[in-house]
């Protein structure tokens, strides 16, 4: 203890006291680098932060080591400061190379911009997301089909970029799909990573289309090592699903004005009790939430009595 008391006191009592202040202030080229320090010290994150904080970072050390070789002539002043500048000039080429690196082409920045940007995601995850695919947009002509009922296997997930999709079971029409929408989400949802399956709906082109395709098993594997672009994934896919059901229910009417709302389920059956008890759930697999509620279309019959 004694030693350890000696050392502190030798720290603080051992040292000259300010007894006077330097009368005359510092020159401009430290009050230059004290100001890029507190700018630089308010950059973000992300790429353009980094480049932001090590771009002023690095000019205010450099003002700190010319003030240091000019002013205070003191070479170990100079030598820090111009380490540091060069750490900062090494980082800042670094990162330079890094954000122009992270370029892709006018369809993916778009669909960045308008689907991931806005979720927060960066450009690095993002580009493990573009990797996966390929970095390839597919065409589908118009009247040519994305999948047929019963005969096309599960084997991709998709994302449409442009023009409409057009899906249908047996010949009747469900629904659409749009820009930024999956194309096979609820067959996708519907199977575990070891299971396989057909589409149980046609998926047909009403105008040339542009879309995005990753593969099933090689998207699994980018799941496997990226536990977040799993949950975001599992986040879009699952609001892309709520969306196609409340596609189906808007088609549906109880009748009377009365329209069909998949949350209340019991609902109609007691403002209508005449009316026969409506279980579209019976009918909705869980593989398809896109197919029609059997059963419901009988419903509006009860409208004539």
């Given at each position: 203890?004694g030693?350890?008391a000696?050392?502190w006191?030798?720290?603080?009592?051992a040292?000259?006291?300010?007894t006077t202040?330097k009368q005359?202030?510092?020159?401009?080229?430290?009050?230059?680098?004290?100001?890029l320090?507190?700018v630089?010290?308010?950059?973000?994150?992300g790429?353009f932060g980094?480049?932001y904080v090590f771009?002023?970072?690095g000019l205010?050390?450099?003002c700190?080591?010319?003030?240091a070789?000019?002013?205070?002539?003191?070479a170990?002043?100079?030598?820090?400061?111009?380490?540091?500048f060069?750490?900062?000039?090494?980082?800042?080429?670094y990162v330079?190379?890094?954000?122009?690196?992270?370029?892709?082409?006018?369809?993916?920045?778009?669909?960045?911009s308008?689907?991931?940007?806005?979720?927060?995601?960066?450009?690095?995850?993002?580009r493990?997301?573009?990797l996966c695919?390929?970095?390839?947009?597919?065409?589908?002509?118009?009247e040519?089909?994305?999948?047929?009922?019963?005969?096309?296997p599960?084997?991709?997930?998709?994302?449409?970029?442009?023009?409409?999709i057009?899906?249908?079971?047996?010949?009747?029409?469900?629904h659409?799909?749009?820009p930024?929408?999956?194309?096979?989400?609820?067959?996708?949802?519907?199977?575990?990573p070891?299971?396989?399956?057909?589409?149980?709906?046609?998926l047909?082109?009403e105008t040339?289309c542009r879309?995005v395709?990753?593969?099933?098993?090689?998207?699994y594997?980018?799941?496997?090592?990226?536990?977040?672009?799993?949950?975001?994934?599992?986040?879009?896919i699952?609001?892309?699903?709520?969306?196609k059901?409340?596609?189906?229910?808007?088609?549906?009417?109880?009748?009377?004005?009365?329209?069909?709302?998949?949350?209340?389920?019991?609902?109609?059956?007691?403002?209508?009790?005449?009316?026969?008890?409506?279980?579209p759930?019976?009918?909705?697999q869980r593989?398809?939430?896109?197919?029609?509620?059997?059963?419901?279309?009988?419903?509006?019959s009860?409208?004539?009595?």
């Open positions: 203890m030693e350890n000696s050392f006191e030798s720290l603080i009592y040292h000259p006291t300010c202040w005359e202030a510092e020159g401009s080229i430290y009050h230059l680098a004290s100001i320090f507190v630089g010290f308010m950059g973000g994150s790429f980094l480049l771009s002023l970072l205010g050390f450099l700190s080591s010319v003030w070789w000019l002013d205070v002539c003191a170990d002043i100079f030598s820090w400061n111009f380490i540091l060069a750490i900062c000039f090494v980082q800042f080429i330079t190379y890094q954000v122009r690196s992270v370029s892709f082409d006018r369809e993916f920045q778009e669909l960045y308008a689907l991931f940007q806005p979720l927060g995601i960066s450009l690095t995850v993002y493990k997301i573009v695919c390929d970095a390839e947009v597919v065409t589908l002509e118009k040519h089909c994305y999948a047929m009922q019963g005969k096309t599960i084997d991709k997930l998709s994302l449409l970029v442009s023009g409409r057009r899906v249908t079971v047996d010949g009747e029409f469900l659409y799909i749009f930024l929408q999956f194309l096979d989400s609820p067959e996708w949802d519907s199977l575990r070891t299971e396989e399956g057909i589409f149980q709906v046609t047909t082109a040339d879309y395709a990753w593969r099933r098993k090689k998207l594997l980018l799941f496997a090592k990226h536990r977040f672009i799993s949950r975001l994934f599992s986040i879009l699952g609001s892309d699903i709520a969306e059901l409340y596609a189906l229910n808007d088609r549906v009417h109880v009748g009377k004005g009365f329209r069909y709302d998949i949350r209340l389920p019991n609902f109609y059956h007691v403002s209508l009790p005449e009316t026969p008890p409506v279980q759930s019976h009918h909705l593989g398809s939430p896109r197919r029609k509620p059997a059963g419901v279309t009988n419903c509006s009860f409208s004539t009595q």
